[in-house]
Nanobody, 127 residues
């Protein structure tokens, strides 16, 4: 089992940047593919990005590709989400999640593929 704790959220103006972190407990962090999802008020939770166990593979949603970058440090049990050129529509609660599945884009874009979730961190972008 793994516990996930996100941090780094906050309020920024459009065009700004934030870096989210997700710290995982346990000694098996490298066994999990990791993903970031987000949920805006009144909307369903949506996929943002996923990264494989080793970090060698990533997959981005089209609406963040080129602006967001995911990375992980397995030695520190942490996954990061660097968010640049933020837009008002990026405003949401951001969640990190861990999945035991192999890295398959068709699987990792779906939230039910993830077994463990953090509590979320709020990101607010003002225009």
């Amino acid at each position: 089992q793994v516990q996930l704790v996100e941090s780094g959220g906050g309020s920024v103006q459009a065009g700004g940047s934030l870096r989210l972190s997700c710290a995982a407990s346990g000694r098996t962090f490298s066994s999990y593919a990791m993903g970031w999802f987000r949920q805006a008020p009144g909307k369903e939770r949506e996929f943002v990005v996923a990264i494989s166990r080793t970090g060698s593979s990533t997959y981005y949603a089209a609406y963040v590709k080129g602006r967001f970058t995911i990375s992980r440090d397995n030695a520190k049990n942490t996954v990061f989400l660097q968010m640049n050129s933020l837009k008002a529509e990026d405003t949401a609660v951001y969640y990190c999640a861990a999945a035991t599945t192999d890295f398959r884009e068709s699987t990792l874009i779906v939230d039910v593929s993830y077994q463990y979730w953090g509590q979320g961190t709020q990101v607010t972008v003002s225009s």
